[in-house]
């Protein structure tokens, strides 16, 4: 009986129940509780690093917060090359399920042909085919409109650039991974790629981000790189040169402006170019930017340098005179031409109908390290410093190994090479007062610092011959403008074929004109160069100085410059006959 | 002493589900503003790609081509162009004039 519990009064369920079982029960109960203790206790404590991690596996993700690429601008602020949004369109050639009609919409849609399309989606073992990357926004949005199964878009930047194939050489382009291949976007690469950011969420189940954990580490764009080029005048650059390289049926042309007082270059265009944005088969002829990278012997345009050294020594004086006849020179047993035979010359004339023989003869006079470290200063055979990858050096044998012929062809511009920028930029030393100014692609209002290389002095002398050269009379009369003052000096050189330079009837031509305006105080120095003109004319006078003049009127009527000589005002207005 | 109990029991739960609530508006509030930054990143793209394609439209060579061609417009040169000049101490286009 004391072993025993009853539950109730009622005799009818006085059955008796062993106190061990109410005993057991609650052990039973205790037990369990301890149980659950336990596991709290290794899920909390003792193995809590598993499951925290697990946790973050299902629920927290990293996300990436991509920075944008910087934009290029030009000197006005005008954009060169900017990144906007774009979409890359992938698929899973498994889950891939399109009927003919759609596949061909698919590929209207991303202008593929449809066999191409099948042909990426026919490989079922793979899990992920990029159909086609970087695919602007309406397109892609029409993409998705369709709801193609298996067919997945993904966000990507496209490079655009609306200046298209004028600035193309400049601006370069990047790849499809948006890095800079050419060009600016090369060279600014570090600069113009910013440093994306990161960012720890954690995640509902149905993929929204609910809650950031911990820092976000904010995404740093890339910078900006304000160019010097001025977006008008490089255009109409391009559409000049464009226009004389057709016209003139020329293989090839570059034309470089350079601002005289900062070194900064307001447009550099070569021909031809390429769209930067459609780069399907394009050619090392295309992409080339000439006016950096084809060096050739500048021929007359070196000969200012030679009169220069003649001047600044006290040899020569503008008016003295040099006999040229018989229009012919013999140096060694070669013999140095000119175009036709002069007679007395004085400098200034020797300049203004660019004689080889009267350049020579004052050559002569002088020593060959003489020639060589001013044609050193002025920047020949030295890389130009200039934010751009692969620019050349040209060549300029040192003077210790010229032969007194070598001397003679150095002295109008031969046996030694420069690119159109190198010629562009020596020019500086005659519209700097004598000095040579470094040149710059990169925006800058402080007028540039120079290295003296002939006195103030000599280079206005040099001026003036300049300006009667592209004067009636001189080399390249076609160079003139309305309103404004230039000079300048014309270049013609065969071109190697093979060995030599061809032969009579056979021979192919370099055509070139470098000058400044307005001649007093330039404000622009102007290059052009049209490689092989097969249009009947070849003298640089006659194919590059019109291209010259055109640019210059036009330069300096966006920079605001005032003509500097007079002109006759023209009425304009062409009147319709009256109808009666 | 039940009394005080039940009610502190009461207020237990109460807060607890306040606080369940409360988690799940913050959450919900959190993801709208998540999303509101999305949206806002992709307008500054649009900004940008509308800018670039204002700039395409605008460029040098298409409005030199719609003058030249729908307005009949030619290049300006010196010969028809008549040159301001503002005395050089006062620039600016609000100066006076000098008047003989």
């Given at each position: 009986?004391?072993?025993s519990?009853?539950?109730?009064?009622?005799?009818?369920?006085?059955?008796r129940?062993?106190?061990?079982?109410?005993?057991?029960?609650?052990a039973m109960?205790a037990?369990?509780?301890t149980?659950?203790?336990?596991r709290?206790?290794?899920?909390?404590?003792?193995?809590?690093?598993f499951?925290?991690r697990?946790?973050v596996?299902?629920?927290?993700?990293?996300?990436?917060?991509?920075?944008?690429?910087?934009?290029?601008?030009?000197?006005n602020?005008?954009?060169?090359?900017?990144s906007?949004?774009?979409?890359?369109?992938?698929?899973?050639?498994?889950?891939v399920?399109?009927?003919p009609?759609q596949?061909?919409?698919?590929?209207?849609?991303?202008d593929?042909?449809v066999g191409?399309?099948?042909?990426?989606?026919a490989?079922?073992?793979?899990?992920f085919?990029?159909v086609?990357?970087?695919?602007?926004?309406?397109t892609?949005?029409a993409?998705?409109?369709l709801?193609?199964?298996?067919?997945?878009?993904?966000?990507?930047?496209?490079r655009?650039?609306p200046?298209?194939?004028?600035?193309?050489?400049?601006?370069?382009?990047?790849?499809?991974?948006?890095?800079?291949?050419e060009?600016?976007?090369?060279f600014?690469?570090?600069?113009?790629?910013?440093?994306?950011?990161?960012?720890?969420?954690?995640?509902?189940?149905r993929?929204?981000?609910?809650?950031?954990?911990?820092?976000v580490?904010?995404?740093?764009?890339?910078?900006?790189?304000?160019?010097?080029?001025?977006?008008?005048?490089?255009?109409?650059?391009?559409?000049?040169?464009?226009e004389?390289?057709?016209?003139n049926r020329?293989?090839?042309g570059?034309?470089?402006?350079?601002?005289?007082?900062?070194?900064e270059?307001?447009?550099?265009?070569?021909?031809?170019?390429?769209?930067?944005?459609?780069?399907?088969?394009?050619s090392g002829?295309?992409?080339?930017?000439?006016?950096?990278?084809?060096?050739?012997?500048?021929?007359s345009v070196?000969?200012?340098?030679t009169?220069?050294i003649?001047?600044?020594?006290g040899?020569?004086?503008p008016?003295?005179?040099?006999?040229?006849?018989p229009?012919?020179?013999?140096?060694?047993?070669?013999?140095?031409?000119?175009?036709?035979?002069?007679?007395?010359?004085?400098?200034?004339?020797?300049i203004?109908?660019?004689?080889?023989?009267?350049?020579?003869?004052?050559a002569?006079?002088?020593?060959?390290?003489?020639m060589?470290?001013?044609?050193?200063a002025a920047?020949?055979?030295?890389?130009?410093?200039?934010?751009?990858?692969?620019?050349?050096?040209?060549?300029?044998?040192?003077?210790k190994?010229?032969?007194?012929i070598?001397q003679a062809?150095?002295?109008y511009?031969?046996?030694?090479s420069?690119?159109?920028?190198?010629?562009?930029?020596?020019?500086?030393?005659?519209s700097?007062?004598?000095?040579?100014?470094?040149?710059?692609?990169?925006?800058?209002?402080?007028?540039?610092?120079?290295?003296?290389?002939?006195?103030?002095?000599?280079?206005?002398?040099i001026r003036?011959m300049?300006?009667?050269?592209a004067?009636?009379g001189g080399?390249?009369?076609?160079?003139?403008?309305?309103?404004?003052?230039?000079?300048?000096?014309?270049g013609?050189?065969?071109?190697?074929?093979?060995?030599?330079?061809?032969?009579?009837?056979?021979?192919k031509?370099?055509?070139?004109?470098?000058?400044?305006?307005p001649?007093?105080?330039?404000?622009?120095?102007v290059?052009?160069?049209?490689?092989?003109?097969t249009?009947?004319q070849y003298?640089?006078?006659?194919?590059?100085?019109?291209v010259?003049?055109e640019?210059?009127?036009?330069?300096?009527?966006?920079?605001?410059?005032?003509?500097?000589?007079s002109?006759?005002?023209?009425?304009v207005?062409?009147?319709e006959?009256?109808?009666? | 002493?039940?009394?005080?109990?039940?009610?502190?029991?009461?207020?237990?739960?109460?807060?607890?589900?306040?606080?369940?609530?409360?988690?799940?508006?913050?959450r919900?509030?959190?993801?709208?503003?998540?999303?509101?930054?999305?949206?806002?990143?992709?307008?500054?793209?649009?900004?940008?790609?509308?800018?670039?394609?204002?700039?395409?439209?605008?460029?040098?060579?298409?409005?030199?081509r719609?003058?030249?061609?729908?307005?009949?417009?030619?290049?300006?040169?010196?010969g028809i162009?008549?040159y301001?000049s503002y005395?050089?101490?006062?620039?600016?286009?609000?100066?006076?004039?000098?008047t003989?």
């Amino acid at each position: 009986m004391s072993r025993s519990i009853q539950y109730t009064s009622s005799p009818l369920l006085a059955s008796r129940t062993p106190v061990w079982r109410s005993k057991f029960v609650v052990a039973m109960i205790a037990l369990g509780f301890t149980g659950l203790g336990a596991r709290a206790a290794y899920i909390q404590i003792i193995n809590n690093d598993f499951f925290q991690r697990q946790g973050v596996v299902r629920f927290a993700r990293t996300i990436e917060l991509p920075a944008n690429r910087g934009r290029v601008l030009d000197r006005n602020g005008l954009i060169l090359a900017s990144s906007v949004p774009a979409a890359s369109i992938w698929a899973i050639p498994e889950d891939v399920d399109m009927t003919p009609a759609q596949s061909q919409q698919l590929a209207k849609l991303l202008d593929m042909r449809v066999g191409d399309l099948d042909k990426k989606l026919a490989d079922e073992d793979k899990t992920f085919v990029w159909v086609k990357r970087q695919v602007d926004s309406e397109t892609a949005k029409a993409i998705s409109a369709l709801e193609l199964k298996g067919i997945h878009q993904s966000a990507d930047y496209l490079r655009q650039y609306p200046e298209g194939e004028s600035a193309a050489h400049i601006v370069g382009f990047t790849n499809v991974e948006d890095k800079g291949q050419e060009g600016v976007e090369l060279f600014f690469n570090q600069a113009l790629t910013g440093k994306s950011g990161l960012r720890h969420v954690i995640k509902d189940g149905r993929g929204r981000v609910v809650e950031d954990v911990g820092a976000v580490v904010p995404p740093l764009p890339g910078e900006d790189v304000q160019l010097s080029i001025d977006s008008k005048i490089q255009f109409f650059a391009y559409q000049k040169l464009k226009e004389a390289v057709v016209n003139n049926r020329a293989h090839a042309g570059s034309v470089v402006v350079l601002d005289a007082n900062t070194g900064e270059l307001l447009a550099m265009a070569n021909y031809p170019s390429y769209n930067p944005q459609k780069r399907t088969n394009l050619s090392g002829e295309q992409l080339r930017n000439r006016a950096l990278t084809d060096t050739f012997e500048p021929g007359s345009v070196m000969k200012p340098f030679t009169i220069g050294i003649g001047l600044e020594s006290g040899r020569i004086k503008p008016e003295t005179v040099i006999d040229t006849a018989p229009g012919s020179i013999s140096i060694t047993g070669v013999t140095i031409r000119d175009a036709h035979p002069h007679g007395a010359l004085s400098v200034e004339q020797i300049i203004q109908v660019s004689s080889n023989v009267g350049t020579t003869k004052i050559a002569m006079q002088l020593q060959p390290s003489e020639m060589w470290t001013t044609f050193a200063a002025a920047g020949f055979g030295e890389r130009p410093h200039i934010e751009f990858k692969g620019a050349v050096s040209g060549r300029l044998r040192p003077y210790k190994t010229w032969r007194p012929i070598e001397q003679a062809t150095a002295s109008y511009g031969y046996g030694l090479s420069a690119s159109l920028f190198q010629m562009v930029r020596s020019y500086t030393v005659f519209s700097h007062d004598g000095q040579i100014i470094p040149a710059t692609l990169m925006k800058t209002d402080n007028p540039a610092l120079g290295a003296p290389v002939f006195s103030a002095d000599t280079a206005a002398k040099i001026r003036k011959m300049l300006h009667m050269a592209a004067g009636p009379g001189g080399t390249g009369p076609k160079a003139q403008t309305i309103g404004y003052s230039v000079g300048g000096k014309s270049g013609t050189a065969y071109k190697q074929i093979g060995k030599g330079y061809g032969s009579e009837g056979n021979r192919k031509y370099r055509s070139w004109f470098v000058g400044m305006a307005p001649i007093d105080k330039p404000r622009i120095i102007v290059g052009v160069m049209l490689d092989e003109p097969t249009g009947g004319q070849y003298f640089g006078g006659q194919v590059a100085a019109p291209v010259f003049s055109e640019l210059v009127q036009h330069s300096l009527r966006i920079m605001g410059v005032q003509p500097d000589i007079s002109v006759r005002p023209q009425i304009v207005s062409i009147a319709e006959d009256e109808s009666f | 002493m039940t009394r005080i109990n039940a009610l502190l029991l009461l207020a237990v739960v109460a807060t607890a589900i306040y606080l369940v609530r409360v988690q799940y508006e913050s959450r919900r509030l959190f993801s709208e503003l998540d999303k509101a930054h999305s949206q806002a990143r992709h307008l500054a793209m649009d900004v940008e790609r509308l800018e670039v394609e204002k700039r395409a439209q605008a460029s040098p060579g298409r409005v030199e081509r719609l003058a030249r061609e729908k307005l009949e417009m030619r290049q300006p040169n010196p010969g028809i162009t008549t040159y301001m000049s503002y005395p050089a101490d006062k620039a600016g286009p609000t100066a006076k004039a000098d008047t003989p």
